[in-house]
């Protein structure tokens, strides 16, 4: 089921809700056939993009082209976009059937070309033979799959969806996020995909774009934003860690006392953060070597998470008393040799490879 | 696609905007014009009016023989007696029957609602006349009272303020229960439940707890009702028989009998600036778009 | 037994049966009252005594006779046209005030939430103005444009009081409403108005009807604009009902009382049984 896509460009968007800025001059270039993520916190604005891209919420300045074509100023119904919602907005008064050839019939496609697309959009989705269902006969995985045919049965080049998994429970989620993705591969069309869940993002998107406060704070891959976030806000938001406060004069670099390496020392003076994921950090062998960071504690607690176990580690030597780093290590074997005990002092390392500041 | 680089497409945006704004203010253009034909412009030519006096001319006549005048100071005075009265009567039976309706389940309490209901949704004729046959000479009250030994002689009933109250308190009370009972309902059991566990008593868990939270659908309650009492027509005139005569009568005798516009207008205006009063007093109080719940 | 009844626990706070007697009592009480007194006219209706006794002592039809045959033409005690006329002005009012209550519904739901701040206030104001004002206030603006004792006049004044609550129910039911539905019909490619005649009118149908029925019964059973504004030929049966009450008891009016009592309890279970529907679909 092979169509046409087309790449989206977001030029200078402003949307102010009196002295609220919803979106502040966001520009950004999404490639046709990508499957680009919106992440953010509740309020970023993201939804607020979306809604824009989609012609619901016109922006005070700004401009959206699809393709070549301007569509700012376009209503939503003549821009020929697939759009699925948070909570589905299933119409209660029609069978599955009806749902999904509703576009059809809005664009004046005879019956018996109605009913093969909705057949083909229904197996696609994997409800083939729910057709003459009513909506609320249907689980709440089941209805998603439903707003999902009803938005690409008429094989639109662009989808646009806001978060349309929060309402499922974590397994079938991780479930759709597998099928969703290899349903985007399938159908080549351009993905706008809104979430606030980072794991989400991670595991979907061609790119991710970070945005917060109405603005971009970064675009990239999944594993450029992980590795690499740019700001302390984005590694906080972005996978768990450990941000701890260092200090950058004349390129010694330093955590409270004790004096570090990174891989890229940042060229200003300055306060930083230390950028540390928990799975990064290791228990070291007795031998010290050059290419890595360590670091003394005190063991405070030691938790059983199922396939890791969390350590989380107070920190010596450091300004402030409370700073903590965690550490996760995978619970691989039963052999695995014995982990310290609470009160311990331990050492921990980080390769200075993955040692990565921020402002 | 043409203006300044930084922010392209804005006028046209901005008038995507207004247009669509113009859309919704349109759909409700004509509940506006209809509103503002039938009762903006006749109300404010009756407030016109009031400054007219009986020659013509522009003058305060009107009001200053409201003030002078003993017979309107009597309608003053039973107008808020009747209104205040019938206010108190219906707190004082309305609360204990809303309280009692809204302990009881969903299914017996909407049992319940129903004989609150069909009143409500019955004719004021009917009801008003109900009353009157009840109440009259040989009326079945009297009639049980006379036939059990209770009395020798008919009691009279109607025609009277008593008769009047009964009838008002009768129209008005469902007015005082339906925001009072919606209120009561709403009421989170667990903040009673959370009393006794600290050591409250019933009644103190009642008193402290309970009754501070139901002030609002009571203040509601209590205000339509006496609002609705200030201006009532219909059941004073006709179970008052001429002789309990209250703002609304009055208007309407000074019109279809005297035909003194004069007059009318400004008992009118009267009315409604306490009625706007004690409304704009109430919106400080409570939402008004608690209205929108029903 | 009975003392293991009286002693339950009937409220989260312990209070037990026995000393809520008082409570139930006074609750039984007014129900009885508030809803005996309608039904009390409906047996005396059917009584053959000019004093209306109850329980009637002789049985008879004299009375809805009356009302039935009283097709006189003259206005005054002719109640058949005084009833037409209301059905008649009723039925007008259902489609000025349903559409205009509606699309003003909609408009406050969907357009700026300061524009709805300051249009609510100004469109619930017939129920807030006293409704003597209005009346004679109407009475004396429909003079100058002739429209006294005509229908066109009483359409206007009833559909003016009866819009207010069509409003409210409309209102109350788009807001329950999850007007992404719209939202969603437009991305598919249907312009606003296709969605809302395909998407949201199906599903509020009920409500709407509903509310063409409250405005029924409102305009209907409404008295007091009627008195002003009615008369001569096109008076309407409240009017009729309200002079002969204050003029002398006919008992005919108990007939009418039941009949209308009739009318309005059907139209009430109907509405809640429509409510109820829209809330299922």
């Known amino acids: ?359 | 696609m043409n203006s300044t680089s930084n922010t392209p497409n804005q006028e046209e945006l901005r008038r995507l905007a207004s247009r669509e704004g113009y859309t919704f203010f349109g759909l409700t253009l004509p509940y506006l014009v209809l509103v503002i034909a039938l009762i903006a412009i006749p109300v404010g030519w009756l407030f016109y009016l009031s400054f007219i006096g009986r020659d013509g001319t522009l003058s305060l006549e009107n009001y200053e023989r409201m003030w002078k005048s003993k017979a309107y100071i009597k309608i003053f005075i039973t107008t808020f007696k009747i209104s205040i009265l019938t206010t108190i009567i219906c707190a004082a039976i309305g609360y204990p029957l809303s309280y009692f309706m809204s302990q009881l389940s969903r299914k017996w309490a909407n049992i319940c609602m129903i004989a609150v209901l069909i009143p409500f949704w019955t004719s004021l004729l009917v009801r008003t006349y109900a009353w009157l046959v009840l109440l009259q000479k040989k009326g079945l009250i009297n009639n049980i009272l006379i036939e059990s030994g209770l009395i020798t002689e008919p009691l009279k009933f109607v025609h009277n303020t008593t008769g009047t109250l009964i009838g008002m308190v009768h129209i008005m009370l469902p007015f005082l229960i339906l925001p009072l009972y919606a209120n009561m309902r709403s009421i989170d059991k667990d903040c009673l439940k959370a009393a006794s566990s600290l050591g409250a008593t019933p009644t103190r868990a009642f008193w402290t707890v309970f009754l501070p939270l139901t002030l609002p659908g009571l203040l509601a309650g209590l205000l339509i009702v006496f609002v609705l009492c200030l201006g009532f027509y219909v059941t004073p005139a006709i179970l008052g028989g001429g002789k309990v005569i209250m703002a609304a009568m009055k208007i309407s005798t000074n019109i279809e009998m005297y035909f003194n516009w004069g007059a009318a207008s400004a008992l009118g205006v009267v009315l409604l600036v306490v009625t706007g009063i004690i409304l704009f007093v109430a919106s400080k109080l409570i939402s008004l778009d608690q209205l929108g719940n029903r | 037994m009975a003392s293991g009844f009286f002693n339950k626990n009937v409220s989260e706070t312990q209070i037990k049966l026995k000393n809520r007697i008082w409570l139930y009592a006074i609750s039984f009480i007014v129900l009885f009252l508030l809803i005996v007194p309608s039904l009390v006219v409906i047996p005396m209706s059917f009584s053959a005594s000019q004093y209306l006794e109850f329980p009637p002592k002789e049985w008879s039809l004299r009375w809805y006779e009356n009302y039935f045959f009283s097709w006189k033409g003259n206005g005054f005690n002719d109640w058949m046209s005084a009833t037409w006329t209301s059905v008649k002005v009723a039925v007008l009012t259902i489609f000025v005030a349903t559409p205009i209550g509606t699309m003003a519904a909609y408009g406050l739901v969907n357009g700026s939430s300061r524009l709805s701040k300051i249009l609510f206030p100004i469109f619930i104001s017939p129920m807030m103005v006293p409704i003597i004002l209005v009346a004679i206030g109407l009475f004396y603006f429909f003079v100058q444009f002739k429209l006294v004792n005509s229908v066109l006049g009483l359409v206007l004044g009833h559909s003016l009081v009866a819009m207010p609550l069509v409003l409210i129910i409309v209102f109350s039911a788009l807001k329950n409403y999850d007007m992404n539905q719209e939202k969603v019909a437009r991305s598919l490619g249907a312009t606003r108005f296709r969605a809302f005649r395909e998407i949201t009118l199906p599903q509020i149908k009920f409500s709407i009807v509903s509310a063409s029925l409250i405005a029924f019964l409102t305009s209907f059973d409404e008295i007091i604009i009627s008195l002003f504004v009615a008369g001569g030929d096109n008076s309407t049966i409240t009017r009729s009902m309200f002079l002969a009450l204050r003029d002398q008891i006919d008992p005919t009016i108990a007939a009418i009382s039941t009949i209308l009592i009739i009318v309005s309890s059907g139209l009430l279970i109907s509405v809640q049984l429509l409510g109820n529907k829209d809330k299922s679909s």
Do not use: C, W
């Open chain 1, 1 to 359: 089921m092979k169509n046409t896509s087309l790449n989206i460009s977001i030029e200078n968007v402003t949307k102010k809700y009196d002295e609220f800025y919803a979106l502040k001059d966001i520009s950004l270039n999404i490639t046709s056939g990508e499957f680009m993520t919106l992440l953010g916190p509740s309020g970023s604005g993201k939804t607020t993009l979306l809604m824009v891209l989609a012609g619901f919420t016109n922006p005070d300045h700004g401009s959206v082209k699809f393709g070549d074509e301007e569509v700012i100023l376009k209503p939503p119904h003549l821009r020929g976009i697939g759009m699925v919602f948070q909570n589905y907005a299933l119409f209660p008064h029609m069978t599955v059937e009806q749902n999904v050839g509703y576009p059809q019939k809005l664009r004046g496609v005879s019956k018996s070309e109605t009913a093969k697309t909705v057949d083909e959009a229904l197996s696609t989705v994997k409800l083939e033979g729910l057709g003459h269902r009513r909506v609320d006969e249907l689980s709440g995985g089941q209805r998603q799959r439903v707003a999902l045919a009803r938005a690409i049965v008429f094989k639109p080049k662009i989808l646009l969806m806001d978060e349309p998994l929060s309402a499922l429970d974590k397994k079938l989620r991780e479930e759709m996020q597998i099928e969703l993705r290899q349903l985007h591969d399938t159908l080549n069309m351009t993905t706008v995909y809104v979430t606030h869940d980072q794991k989400e993002a991670l595991t979907m998107s061609d790119r991710i774009a970070v945005i917060n406060g109405g603005e971009l704070m970064q675009l990239g891959s999944p594993s450029e934003i992980y590795d690499h976030p740019q700001n302390g806000f984005i590694a906080d938001f972005i996978g768990e860690s450990s941000l701890l406060p260092a200090k950058v004069i004349n390129s010694n670099i330093s955590i409270g006392s004790s004096k570090i390496k990174v891989a890229k020392p940042p060229e200003k003076n300055g306060d930083y953060l230390l950028v540390v994921r928990p799975e990064k950090v290791f228990l070291p062998s007795t031998k010290k070597k050059n290419d890595e960071n360590y670091f003394q504690g005190k063991l405070l607690d030691s938790i059983f998470q199922g396939e890791s176990q969390l350590l989380v580690i107070k920190l010596a030597n450091t300004e402030n008393d409370e700073q903590t780093l965690r550490i996760r290590i995978p619970n691989q074997s039963v052999t695995d040799k014995a982990l310290p005990a609470i009160g311990e002092t331990v050492t921990l390392a980080l390769k200075v490879a993955d040692s990565y500041l921020v402002s």
